[in-house]
């Protein structure tokens, strides 16, 4: 059971660059999440998929755009990579109102 | 706005000793909470949940609740190095159809020999 799985790890980019970061779970969850983790900033969620084919705005989600492929996957994907999304991306899961969301183990983005 | 508010430490104590972890929370109407671990470069890590006024144990992890104040509290028995990291506190909204956790900044603990 490998509950949330991330791709890639780790990611460089050059500014303007486009790219996909990928999320499954394999825990039959309905909502999905994406979060930027900055030093001092703590978790800020991006977007949010309360269930398949739904997808909603979070604190920040400006430059980025999702897709709710399906129940298992969520992804994230930023058209023209700045150096403000330099930050560590966690993709996460729950069962809504029953349990706090279950993370990934994240993708460090560097813009350069 | 909900917010939950935590001290970003670090929070040093030495080896053996409790450790005293605090979480304020605005959303008077919250049921849920929780804190999570993350270790340096790693995901947060669900180590506790709390939904009633009280007290619950888990081996050396106690977490306490006071809906009145508005306060949630992780208590770290006998700490060991091993337990230094970022403790992050989340609340789930009380109502309004979301079940979106609202996450403090994390509290950084070091336990030192």
């Known amino acids: 059971n490998a509950g949330v799985t991330q791709t890639p790890k780790f990611q460089v980019l050059k500014t303007g660059q486009s790219m996909t970061l990928q999320c499954a779970q394999d825990m039959n969850h309905n909502s999905m999440y994406w979060y930027r983790q900055d030093p001092g900033m703590g978790l800020r969620l991006i977007y949010y998929?309360?269930?398949?084919?739904?997808?909603d705005k979070g604190e920040v989600p400006n430059g980025y755009n999702v897709s709710r492929l399906n129940k298992r996957e969520f992804s994230l994907r930023l058209e023209s990579a700045a150096p403000s999304q330099t930050s560590v991306y966690f993709c996460?899961?729950?069962?809504?109102?029953?349990?706090?969301?279950?993370f990934g183990q994240g993708t460090r983005l560097t813009v350069v | 706005q909900k917010e939950v508010e935590q001290n970003s430490g670090p929070l040093s104590v030495p080896e053996g000793a409790i450790a005293s972890l605090n979480c304020t929370y605005s959303?008077?109407?919250?049921?849920?909470f929780f804190w999570y671990r993350q270790y340096s470069g790693k995901s947060p890590e669900l180590i506790m949940s709390i939904y009633s006024n009280g007290d619950k144990e888990d081996g050396r992890f106690t977490a306490q609740l006071n809906k009145a104040s508005q306060y949630v509290s992780l208590l770290i028995r006998d700490s060991q190095p091993s337990d230094s990291a970022t403790y992050l506190c989340a609340v789930l909204p009380s109502s309004g159809g979301s079940y979106i956790p609202t996450f403090g900044r994390g509290t950084s603990l070091i336990v030192h020999p």
């Open positions: 998929s309360a269930s398949e084919g739904t997808t």
């Open positions: 996460a899961s729950s069962v809504p109102g029953q349990e706090t969301p279950f």
């Open positions: 959303d008077r109407g919250s049921q849920s």
